[in-house]
């Protein structure tokens, strides 16, 4: 159905109060997310709980707590998978593991780290190139309720043929079941690889720096953001890094046209791996 540009205009202002709502009572902040997925994601709120409009989601956010919660899950989406995009992680074994054999101490920060997939598929690729022992990883995501899943590393067994896949494209060299254990629809992910994870709620619009990292995932996070908050998280993920550290992003992100562009080079522009200038 065709909108009139004035119900357009009074949308927009809706949402943008409703985010501002979120933002006082709750401290999160959408304000700058892009417009078309938030508009997205409210909408689909709306249709599903039949509300009249934006403002009297409002209203319902602000004196309920779990349609709030409700409502952070939609705007937050969690779609991940074991070594997503397998080219990228055989490239990080290709460039980037070289450079980290030569460190007595690893440091490893995955941002936006969703429910722990990606994470766990770091842990493996470090095992596999015998650093995992002198490594740290932090995974962090604002999402409470996927970082307690994130912790537990149960998986459902139906996704373990597609994770299979894309671990021996990524370059796995053992079979992929050593590294769980079987218990009925489900697999669990080994406890020495959670061992190696520190797991803790960090929001990337509002939260500061994790300091001297050797690597940063952050992939698949950005392309909710718009540009003026991209660049702010870029520079966060600069300041966090040790000189030489190395940011990986996901397919669709990308430095280019940053405000951190000249600051870091390109070490493999398809799998959008890039190294911080020292
Ligand atoms: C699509 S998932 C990507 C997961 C994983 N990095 C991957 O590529 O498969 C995006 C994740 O970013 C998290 N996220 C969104 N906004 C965030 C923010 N402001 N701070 C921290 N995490 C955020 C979401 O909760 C979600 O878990």
């Known amino acids: 159905m065709n909108q009139e540009p004035e119900q357009i205009e009074n949308e927009r202002l809706e949402i943008k109060l409703l985010l501002e709502a979120i933002y006082l009572k709750y401290g999160y902040d959408f304000r700058n997310y892009a417009c078309a ?18 403002s009297a989601m409002q209203h319902r956010l602000i004196h309920d ?15 991940t998978e074991m ?14 593991v070289p450079h980290l054999k030569t460190y007595p101490f690893i440091k490893i920060w995955h941002a936006g780290c969703s429910a722990g997939q990606e994470v766990y598929s770091m ?10 022992e002198r490594s740290q ?8 309720l996927i970082l307690q899943k994130a912790k537990q590393g149960i998986y459902p067994m139906d996704v373990i043929r597609e994770y299979t896949a894309n671990y021996q494209k990524s370059g796995g060299k053992q079979s992929f079941s050593d590294y769980y254990t079987a218990d009925y629809d489900n697999v669990v ?20 720096v994790f300091g001297e990292m050797n690597l940063i995932f952050c992939r698949n996070v950005l392309i909710y953001f718009d540009r003026e908050l991209q660049n702010r998280v870029f520079n966060l993920f600069y300041e966090s ?9 996901g397919s669709k992100e990308s430095l280019r ?22």
């Open 123 to 132: 842990g493996i690729l470090l095992e596999e190139e015998g650093i995992k």
């Open 241 to 249: 890094l040790c000189p030489g550290g190395f940011l990986c992003l």
């Open 83 to 96: 070594f997503r995009d397998p080219w990228v992680y055989s490239k990080v074994r290709e460039l980037v």
């Open 37 to 54: 997925h938030t508009k997205r994601r409210l909408e689909h709120r709306l249709n599903v709980d039949s509300m009249e409009n934006y």
């Open 257 to 278: 046209f940053s405000s951190v562009a000249d600051k870091f080079e390109v070490v493999s522009g398809r799998e959008k791996i890039y190294r911080k200038k020292r």
């Open 189 to 208: 992910i080994k406890q020495s690889l959670k061992d190696k994870v520190l797991f803790s709620s960090h929001n990337l619009v509002t939260d500061g």
């Open 65 to 79: 707590e779990a349609f709030f919660n409700t409502l952070l899950l939609d705007l937050s989406i969690n779609v």
């Open 137 to 144: 990883i932090y995974a962090t995501d604002f999402n409470e």
